[in-house]
């Protein structure tokens, strides 16, 4: 029997291309884009994913009403966070609306979201540094994990991000990323996978990660 | 290591790719979503679609274009064009572009660009500048397919637009756009060294050296061009190779 994949929609941003990607590489699953508590309960596997602001995410994760069962879903189905949906998974970020310290998070992994500070570094080729980091860059696959399957190391992603994860248990760490430092760009607990990166934008072994991810028995 | 992007830039109008030469003269290049295809399978970073069609029938073409080729490549897709609201935006986003690209309406309107990005976030956002160049290291901003001066200095509305929440910033010499000499240098790296966010060199590309010149002298983070790549003078994949041999850190 086909399973459901459901990717999470709270209302912030496109979820078309994230959509077309698993469409893509489980064209036998029924994916869909979920919009009531319903729909994460009924899924076998839930997709969170996110862009723009933390505190746009959050809040409209809050008012959505599917936040209830997106932190049911994440204690037993198999769930990946992608970009923001990855920072989302922590415990705070330090994009805040003006006059804020922290803006808190789901809290299902340990540790917060900063922000590069890059000013007045130069890269390699004496050129700076830019915030936002966009572009394609190496995944170093710090454990094995089954999403890694059939993705050789080193291996490059898209990303376009201005804030990154700092996991505070080091098993938690699966791949990291070097942008003026080093950084975690993938992170995995129990039956959770998230990604820094777009791997709906990254073309053949991002659509690998997702074909990994709906095969994936944790 | 970040790797240096190489885009691909699909002109597109009624439905088909066209290219030309100082923004005039326009030759038929071919179907939009071959081409696009095509490009993926050579290895291209992203691409781009400008829509450069003046009728609003036109317009929803490229909406159609947009919707089949991101259901069939999936890689970074960047539309502009006759983006003037945050509806537009909002459009394109749907039809599956993954930024936006503004140019004379973020200059009418600059509050444009900050409500978009407020909006979508800046990882969206790009704006486009048009550049003639008025003096030795000076130039000017130029709107409406390069036929408008806007009155603005290059590089003070780069940062402008930067600080308003653009995330990228596509710059093209008109001087040198179609022309095969190579990007205007002075201009990408006035602007690159300028802004803190991402500077695309367009406009004159002829052969493999230009591109990285646009990355070691002008500090570009990613070279754009069309006719090279769309008449089958050289693939994405070669272009690579040439730039990794050059010492620049591609993704083969």
Known sequence: ?218 | MLTKRIIPCLDVTAGRVVKGVNFVGLRDAGDPVEIAKRYNTQGADELTFLDITATSDGRDLILHIIEDVASQVFIPLTVGGGVRTVADVRRLLNAGADKVSMNSSAVANPDLVSDAAAYYGSQCIVVAIDAKQTEAGNWEVFTHGGRTPAGKDVVEWACEVAKRGAGEILLTSMNRDGSKDGFDLALTAAVSDAVSVPVIASGGVGNLQHLVDGITKGHADAVLAASIFHYGEYTVGQAKEYMAAQGIPVRI
């Open chain 1, 1 to 218: 029997m086909a399973q459901t994949i459901a990717i999470v929609d709270y209302g912030m941003g496109n979820l078309r291309s994230v959509y077309q990607a698993f469409h893509h590489v489980a064209p036998d699953e029924n994916v869909l884009i979920a919009r009531k508590p319903e729909e994460i309960r009924n899924a076998d596997r839930v997709v969170l994913p996110g862009q723009g602001a933390m505190p746009d995410c959050m809040k409209h994760l809050e008012e959505s009403g599917l936040l209830e069962a997106l932190l049911e879903a994440s204690k037993s189905k198999p769930l990946l966070g992608v970009c923001v949906g990855e920072q989302m998974l922590f415990d705070r970020s330090a994009e805040v609306r003006p006059g804020e310290r922290w803006t808190s998070c789901l809290g299902l992994i340990s540790g917060e979201v900063r922000r590069f500070e890059l000013a007045g570094k130069k890269q390699a080729d004496g050129s700076a540094y830019k915030v936002p980091h966009m572009g394609w860059n190496q995944i170093r696959q710090d454990r094995q994990h089954p999403i890694w399957n059939g993705i050789p190391d080193l291996t490059s992603f898209y990303f376009v991000h201005s804030y990154y994860v700092v996991p505070q248990r080091a098993e938690d760490v699966v791949g990291s990323t070097e942008y003026g430092a080093w950084f975690t760009s993938a992170v995995a607990r129990d039956n959770i996978f998230a990604t820094q990166f777009h791997p709906e934008k990254s073309a053949e072994y991002g659509l690998k990660l997702y074909q990994n991810f709906v095969s994936w028995q944790p």
